[in-house]
């Protein structure tokens, strides 16, 4: 992972040449910087140092590795220092591209090329195999995003493995622990709220019928984190097996909290028979799981990515499904009514990328978010997002146009689902955003806008019930005091 061969094409004019034709690989183009604003997705570093005729660029990152973008949109590691990277570029120039007398001097300057790096003649299909090693750890650590779109690049090369099989391979390591009977990890995963999650997930997927055992275990642990998904799961699993004989243990379950009763309120009584068991359970599997993680919704695998610290395998996925919906919003489109979007998930994204600290993607979601709401009251609160993202972002002239596109909404729309925001904790939010954007101006310094968004805040916490106010006083107070004590 040295850069050795980099060190000799910038020392020696006439290697470099030899690098930048036939070979495409050009350091003086490296001054010209790419295409567009590139970072990588995960943060870390890139430096170009060589560029080619088609407006490409290889970039070195953090760790040595060579990142390549072109200038279409894709982008794939092609070695994991400029030494090996070299060594592929000069080795796969193919012959058959030239006629006879430039193809003869091609290999000319490949063995010229290759001799002064120091680099050996490796068959072709050696070097075809690091390339593809090297493309195939793109992601998640070396995802290329246009720095100022935000968008993602495409893969060169073939597309990573699912995201559920690196999310599940320590839940499947698990289960094989726990068919096994080793008594430390049955300890060790039902203690551990992470583990038992994805044990269960595991479990769901390879379903064999020695896992009664196991099973009944973690559906009463997993019972401790209330409701959710995979104590359902757990109690379908257990239920499967049409085994009467667990009815008290998931009626025991189902009585830990209020949550529970209710997300378990369809369970068959303690008088049920096998047939009623298993007809609970099969109808449950059918809606919500099954047996094919494919078909799991992409928000099971990024949050048990993300518990499990694997962050960058979840933003890729995000990223990525955020750019699907916005070139194609009628992915959106509601399975009950295909004339309608359900953009519910794009409230999902802006959570999960805010959860993972990408406030300028969360923020990208919201304003799609936001242009395709339908009634007043939706609009209003996609636009509190919306202007709380830019604040927090530091774009502040579009948060404040953000909430005056807020207060035209409120004083224009005759749509019945405003009619009571004065006295809803909406109101009070709506206030609090606004007094919370005039302290940004304020700080930035901007007191005209400041002073005049403060003018705006006051007037709304004017129109609020007095204890939508009272909740807002303590920042209106402090707002106050600072914008209007500036010179």
């Given at each position: 992972m040295t850069d050795r061969a980099l060190r000799l094409l910038l020392q020696d004019a006439r290697l470099a040449e030899l690098a930048a034709y036939p070979f495409d690989f050009d350091v003086e183009r490296a001054g010209y910087g790419h295409v567009e604003p590139v970072r990588l997705a995960s943060g870390g570093s890139l430096r170009i140092?060589?560029?080619?005729?088609?407006?490409?660029?290889y970039f070195v990152c953090e760790d040595g590795s060579v990142l390549y973008a072109d200038s279409e949109g894709s982008a794939g590691i092609v070695g994991a220092g400029v030494d090996e990277a070299l060594e592929i570029i000069i080795g796969l120039e193919d012959a058959e591209d030239y006629d006879d007398e430039e193809a003869a001097a091609l290999e000319e300057a490949r063995t010229e090329l290759r001799a002064a790096l120091g680099f050996p003649e490796r068959p072709r299909d050696e070097l075809e195999a690091l390339l593809d090693a090297a493309l195939a750890r793109t992601e998640p650590d070396f995802l290329l995003l246009n720095a100022e779109e935000g968008r993602a690049y495409d893969l060169i090369g073939p597309p990573p493995p699912p995201l559920w099989e690196p999310v599940l391979a320590a839940g499947r390591a698990d289960l094989a622990a726990l068919r096994a009977e080793d008594r430390a990890?049955?300890?060790?995963?039902?203690e551990d709220p992470v583990r038992r999650r994805i044990a269960l997930r595991a479990a769901q997927f390879d379903r064999a019928e020695g896992d009664l055992g196991p099973l009944r275990r973690l559906l009463r642990h997993e019972a401790r984190s209330s409701m959710t998904d995979e104590l359902r799961l757990a109690a379908v699993l257990?239920?499967?097996?049409g085994g009467i004989e667990d009815l008290p243990l998931l009626?025991?379950?189902r009585r830990t909290d209020f949550d529970t009763a209710c997300g378990l309120s369809e369970l068959p009584g303690l008088d049920a028979d096998p047939a009623e068991l298993l007809g609970w359970a099969r109808e449950l599997d059918d809606l919500m799981f099954g047996t094919d993680p494919a078909d799991e919704p992409l928000y099971t695998w990024t949050d048990l990515a993300l518990d499990q610290g694997m962050t960058n395998l979840a933003r890729?996925?995000?990223?990525?499904?955020l750019d699907a919906i916005e070139l194609d919003q009628g992915l959106l489109r509601r399975t009950d009514d295909p004339t309608r979007l359900d953009t519910s998930e794009l409230s999902a994204l802006v959570a999960d990328l805010e959860r993972i600290g990408e406030p300028g993607q969360?923020?990208?979601a919201q304003r799609l978010h936001t242009a395709l709401q339908e009634t007043a009251s939706d609009r209003v609160s996609a636009r509190l997002t919306q202007a709380r993202l830019e604040r927090e972002t530091e774009q502040l002239p579009a948060a404040d146009r953000s909430l005056a596109a807020l207060r035209d909404t409120l004083a224009e729309s005759k749509d019945d689902s405003l009619r009571f925001w004065q006295g809803t904790s909406l109101g009070r939010y709506i206030t609090e955003e606004h007094y919370h954007l005039a302290l940004a101006l304020a700080d930035a310094g901007s007191a005209e806008e400041a002073r005049a968004l403060l003018g705006a805040a006051e007037a709304i916490r004017g129109e609020?019930?007095?204890s939508a106010a009272l909740g807002a006083r303590e920042l209106a107070e402090r707002a106050v005091r600072w914008v209007r004590g500036l010179s």
């Open positions: 140092v060589a560029g080619d005729a088609g407006g490409g660029s990890v049955w300890d060790a995963v039902a257990v239920g499967l097996h009626h025991e379950v890729c996925a995000l990223i990525r499904r969360a923020l990208r609020l019930s007095e």
